[in-house]
Nanobody
């Protein structure tokens, strides 16, 4: 299984960017899919998680601004990023979990992901 990321790049404060993550390779059944980010000098953190039941969870820092969605037909995951802030600057990673749904929560997801994208850089400028 490979997760191929696209999108991102540079954005301005208050603007929008969209990230995509296409799943290729062997078929898999995901418990949840997620977006993480890691800013320079900081730990990787979960930003948004989408459960198999369609439920979405967001980190407090992005709630109301970011939207996670998935196109099941082509196994593509999206992160719509609105009202960008300088603190959104980070490397963004998509990920897939195939294990227990217990870990499909913002505070528990980091160690439970089975597949990772290679990351895409998002830079937000004033």
């Amino acid at each position: 299984v490979q997760l191929v990321q696209s999108g991102g790049g540079s954005g301005q404060v208050g603007g929008s960017l969209t990230l995509s993550c296409a799943g290729t390779g062997n078929r898999y059944s995901s418990t949840c899919v997620a977006w993480f980010r890691q800013a320079t000098g900081k730990e990787r953190e979960a930003v948004a998680i989408l459960g198999a039941d369609g439920s979405a969870r967001y980190a407090d820092s992005v709630k109301g601004r970011f939207v996670i969605s998935k196109d099941n037909a082509d196994k593509t995951l999206y992160l719509q990023m609105n009202s960008l802030k300088p603190e959104d600057t980070a490397m963004y990673y998509c990920a897939v979990a195939t294990g227990s749904a217990f870990y499909c929560h913002i505070g528990r997801a980091l160690g439970a992901m089975n597949y990772w994208g290679k990351g895409t850089l998002v830079t937000v400028s004033p």
